[in-house]
């Protein structure tokens, strides 16, 4: 009998990365993830698996030094956040490819919040990356 499993997945900046690990564990001893969920670092890792590009992921990231995460950071005037994110949202993009979340082979959720209205909100449709880009904005870093 397959062992099933669905995923939530947290927060937690870069090291969230250590999310690609753990579904690489997963699946190595046999487990099937049939969903899978996440917020911020975990929607973008999530997000990616259910994508099917966890490993062109993994090697995108791993090959980011310094300077590539500098240009990366594009700086945004507003009293929103530091940075748009639009950089890397477009660069996740073009590594990934633009997919619908119910394009998805399994069922994927990112978790964001909308702070004006102090409430939790789920991303179950539309553009994979605008959910992602949702769910990583951060009040005065990631403008939302």
Known sequence: MAKTISLVLGSGGARGLVHVGVI??????????????GCSIGA???GVYAAGKLDEFEEWVT?????????????????SG????????????GLI?????EDL??????????VADEK?????????????RASISLPLFFTP
Request: charged content about 20%; cysteine-free.
């Open 24 to 37: 690489r564990w997963l699946i190595e001893h046999g487990y099937q993830i049939k969903s899978i969920s």
């Open 44 to 46: 973008l890792i999530g």
């Open 63 to 79: 090959s980011i030094d310094q300077g590539d995460m500098a240009m990366l950071l594009d700086f945004s005037w507003q009293s």
């Open 82 to 93: 530091i940075f748009k994110g639009d950089k890397i949202i477009d660069t996740l993009r």
């Open 97 to 101: 490819g633009e997919i619908s979340i």
């Open 105 to 114: 082979p399994i069922p994927y959720t990112a978790v964001a919040a909308n």
């Open 120 to 132: 939790e909100v789920w991303l179950q449709s539309g553009s994979l990356f605008d959910a992602i």
